[in-house]
């Protein structure tokens, strides 16, 4: 599979979730158990919004030439889907969500793989 193509898929994956959290925050992630006060419902959004820019992020870089800013673009991706990796884990097995949950640490655990690949592994 090529960068763009894992950009793209990363990109719809990330504006679902993002609209979702932004326009029904509650709702989505009680799929998943979790549950949320007014203040969790606020934080589910401003997450919301940045996957929302992220999307943007990966579907413009998607189309880009291979350079330094595509690099550093996927550097910053790779970063960020580790660390939502690690916070969705430590959720997961700290019993905030139910079974479902472990859906999203694969999610994170996979486009964080596919980014550490594509930043570190393969070639340009």
């Known amino acids: 599979m090529k960068l763009s193509l894992f950009l793209k898929i ?3 994956i990330s504006i679902v979730s993002g609209l979702a959290l932004l326009l029904l925050p509650a709702a989505f ?3 998943f158990g979790a549950t949320f006060d007014a203040s969790g419902v606020i934080m589910a959004r401003l997450v919301g919004a940045l ?3 992220i999307a943007v992020l990966c579907w413009l870089a998607s189309g880009a030439t291979v350079s330094e800013g595509r690099q550093a673009a996927v550097t910053g991706l790779f970063v960020a889907d580790t660390l939502g990796f690690v916070v969705v884990l430590i959720g997961q097995l700290g019993g905030m969500m139910s079974g479902l949950g472990w859906i999203l640490v694969l999610i994170w655990l996979l486009l ?11 070639k340009s």
């Open 10 to 12: 990363k990109a719809v």
């Open 29 to 31: 992630m009680g799929w």
């Open 51 to 53: 996957l929302t820019g």
């Open 112 to 122: 964080a793989l596919g980014l550490g690949y594509y930043r570190f592994m393969a």
